[in-house]
């Protein structure tokens, strides 16, 4: 009884002791950037992290080749695995002499990697119980399914782990071996190694662990105390040496075969999961770590410090080219001057006078289509922002509009303006219905809705990950000219075949057909970071969008945006990628990367929702433009607003901020409500409108609603993610939400306004 007792007395002396818990205490005291790379992976996947933007879909619901199924989970347990291996190879070259008995255990990497893995495993825990949660809950998946995932995650993660432990079976020495004589000759002679070996000696003296248990390759408990001590620490700490520098090369042939990954990047068989490719770029981290550490030890920040200064310098003197291109510009000219009195200088009153008559004629050639247009309204489409959601709500909600009105919602509209997905989601729709007049009530619709919603977030992050994270290895060649591939490249290629290659055009190939009003004339305003103006990008000249006819005369005048055709007529902007500008107005922070155009000095473009997310502002200002036209010429204005957010929503209560959370507040809160400023000013230009126009305008909007009436109360559901990618969950969600009763109220509204011109 005594004996039990005196155990049960010694368990917590020893519990603390054990290699495990040493080690714990050791990553938190010593490695704690290494830590923090976990710490990351669980705010990933718990929604901790970047929730709104659907981060922890990605892990959560991983797709590959456009499939979630066991081998979308069996690459990202591969990845898994390789961090796994990384913090194990890291944390050993760090801290392995520090415990100096494991120098005398067979194997001792392996032992280890197992007494060091006890915060992977918390991580690899609390992984697959979120993944069976989000699995029943959001997919509705069959607990056979959910197997099936499991099971392709682990064994991506063994496989690893196996071939690893086979690796350092081969190849790394322990005491016995070395004492043999059978260590290679060249750790016992190098200079490097014995200085290292002199500082490992030095560490150990400062910093001693009391370790009096750990885990043997049987998980069963060991005590120390059996260890035979080798007097000859410098054996011990060459034999750590040697398994050091095969770790490292273990860590330099992984970091080589991701590099090698970028020469096959468009191969869609190498384009794994994004959950897959942010692991390993948190793999790689932690391995730059460790190899820093072991090449040049204390130097090994400054080492580090210098790399970066040198690429930086690199990128901005030109040596590396880091700007992300315009497919179809001519960089190679002399740069086009952009400065205040250029703009003047373009923005002149005949260039007004010219793009005005011009885009009279195409509003001649729209009503021609109609036997009275006098008692017809003509409608412009504003559509709003917010990634793959957005691309898919429009398009939902243009299907149903479109057949309502019997498939002549293109014939009447005349322009579309807007910004992001939303605009791409209508650039697809306006090509899929001129190709297809009767796409509306065809079958075909449910095949709209499946391409703009497919994946396009994959193979920009694995692009990310094997191209744009180290060097720009490929080019690709359009009209004649050579440009880098980037990850913008590669989500214009990727969206291109998800759209079926419809968009795989120039920007001049559309200015026909818009001129002769047979599709809707559509309007880009991306925004230029230097000073803040829009960008506008049409086929068509529009400058008269850019300044105010009332100071055309005025030396002084203020230019309010630039129309790209006139800034960039000696760029070959007639050769301007379709797809490229659709991307200008939907740059997406550290995913699209803003794009860099030939300019002095250089202008850099941003997403159009940031001047106005909705773009009713330009619609607005068309109307302002051409409203003598519009008077005459038709029974009024429909602006038709198809927004993936509700006007007015319900007011949130905050959670209680943190000390952090109030540092922040100041700039959070313009951001995160600068959408809600921009809805208010427009809504403020309504009501200004009736001032200057005279004929009928109505506003009719289409809303994707995340609100649901619980006890006369409001209550936000979980919205879909502002992401290029979309769960099964979020696109029935989308898609659906048309259905609801003030969406469907919109949408007769649409008819009786279109069927009676004379409804206010």
């Known amino acids: 009884m005594n004996i039990k007792n005196n155990k049960l007395r010694g368990f917590p002396d020893r519990f603390i002791h054990s290699l495990p818990i040493q080690l714990l205490f050791h990553n938190f005291k010593k490695n704690l950037a290494l830590v923090f790379v976990w710490i990351i992976v669980i705010a990933a996947f718990t929604g901790g992290l970047g929730k709104v933007y659907g981060i922890h879909y990605l892990f959560l619901d991983p797709e590959y080749l456009g499939k979630v199924g066991f081998w979308s989970f069996f690459f990202v347990g591969l990845s898994f695995g390789n961090l796994v291996i990384a913090w194990n190879i890291t944390t050993y070259i760090l801290d392995s002499h520090r415990f100096r008995f494991i120098g005398v255990l067979e194997r001792p990497f392996t032992k280890f990697s197992i007494n060091n893995a006890l915060i992977p495993f918390i991580v690899l825990l609390t992984y697959m119980i979120m993944i069976i949660r989000f699995q029943l809950s959001n997919e509705f998946a069959e607990k056979w399914d959910i197997g099936i995932y499991l099971l392709g995650f682990l064994i991506g993660l063994i496989v690893l782990q196996f071939l690893t432990i086979i690796y350092f079976r081969f190849t790394n020495k322990d005491i ?16 490097v190694s014995r200085d290292r070996v002199m500082n490992k000696f030095r560490e150990n003296k400062e910093d001693r662990y009391n370790v009096k248990s750990y885990l043997d390759l ?9 260890i035979v001590d080798f007097r000859n620490k410098e054996a011990v700490l060459k034999v750590f040496d040697q398994n050091h520098f095969n770790s490292v090369i273990v860590e330099l042939i992984i970091i080589g075969i991701i590099l090698l990954l970028g020469f096959f990047m468009n191969n869609q068989f190498l384009q794994i999961p994004a959950a897959a490719s942010a692991l390993l770029i948190l793999t790689i981290t932690v391995m730059l770590v460790g190899a820093i550490s072991y090449w040049f030890r204390g130097w090994g920040v ?6 970066f200064i040198l690429v930086n310098t690199g990128i901005k003197t030109g040596l590396t080219k880091g700007i992300n291109e315009a497919t179809g510009l001519h960089y190679d000219t002399i740069p086009t001057e952009y400065s205040v009195n250029k703009l003047i200088e373009i923005h002149s009153k005949e260039q007004y006078t010219h793009d005005f008559l011009h885009m009279l004629e195409t509003l001649e050639r729209w009503k021609s289509k109609f036997k009275n247009a006098k008692d017809e309204k003509i409608i412009f489409l504003c559509v709003s922002g917010g990634g793959q959601r957005a691309a898919l709500w429009t398009v939902n909600a243009l299907l149903a509009v479109d057949s309502a009105l019997n498939g002549t919602l293109m014939k009447q509209t005349f322009l579309i303006s807007g910004a992001s997905g939303g605009l791409i989601g209508a650039a697809y729709y306006r090509e899929e219905a001129h190709q297809n007049p009767n796409i509306s009530v065809s079958k075909k619709g449910k095949e709209l809705l499946k391409n703009i919603s497919k994946d396009n977030l994959n193979p920009v992050i694995f692009s990310l990950l094997v191209n744009d994270l180290f060097f720009k290895m ?3 060649e359009y009209a004649g000219r050579t440009y880098n591939v980037d990850r913008g490249h590669i989500f214009e290629q990727n969206l291109n075949k998800n759209l079926r290659y419809l968009l795989d055009k120039k920007l001049a190939d559309y200015r026909t057909l818009e001129n002769k009003a047979k599709i809707p004339t559509l309007i880009m305003s991306p925004t230029i970071a230097n000073d803040g103006r829009k960008l506008y990008i049409s086929s068509q000249p529009i400058s008269f969008m850019c300044v ?20 960039f007529k000696d760029n070959s902007h007639e050769d301007l990628s379709f797809l490229s500008a659709l991307r200008m107005s939907a740059s997406f922070p550290y995913i699209t990367p803003n794009i860099s155009l030939p300019t002095e000095p250089r202008v850099e473009i941003m997403d159009a929702g940031i001047s106005d997310n909705y773009g009713m502002s330009d619609a607005l200002k068309f109307i302002k433009v051409f409203k003598n036209w519009i008077t005459e010429n038709t029974a009024g204005v429909v602006l038709l607003v198809i927004r993936d957010s509700k006007f007015n929503a319900p007011i949130e209560n905050p959670p209680i901020p943190s000390g952090i959370a109030r540092i922040t507040y100041p700039i959070a809160s313009v951001y995160n409500n600068l959408t809600k400023m921009q809805d208010i000013n427009n809504d403020f230009r309504l009501e200004l409108m009736n001032d200057w126009f005279d004929s009928n305008l109505n506003v009719v909007e289409i809303s994707y609603d995340s609100y649901k009436k619980e006890h006369e109360q409001k ?3 979980e919205r879909a993610s502002l992401s290029w990618h979309l769960t099964t969950r979020e696109k029935r969600q989308i898609i659906e939400n048309i259905r609801i009763e003030q969406n469907q109220k919109q949408i007769a509204r649409l008819k009786t306004l279109l069927r009676n011109p004379s409804s206010p």
């Open 302 to 307: 400054a080492f580090a410090l210098g790399v």
């Open 548 to 567: 105010s006819s009332e100071i055309l005369d005025n030396p002084d005048q203020k230019i309010r945006g630039v129309d790209f055709q006139s800034l």
């Open 474 to 476: 490929q080019t690709h």
């Open 218 to 226: 049987k998980l069963k408990v060991r005590s120390t105390s059996q």
């Open 176 to 191: 016995f071996k070395y004492l043999a004589g059978t260590v290679d000759q060249r750790l016992r002679k190098s200079q």
């Open 715 to 717: 209550t936000e559901i």
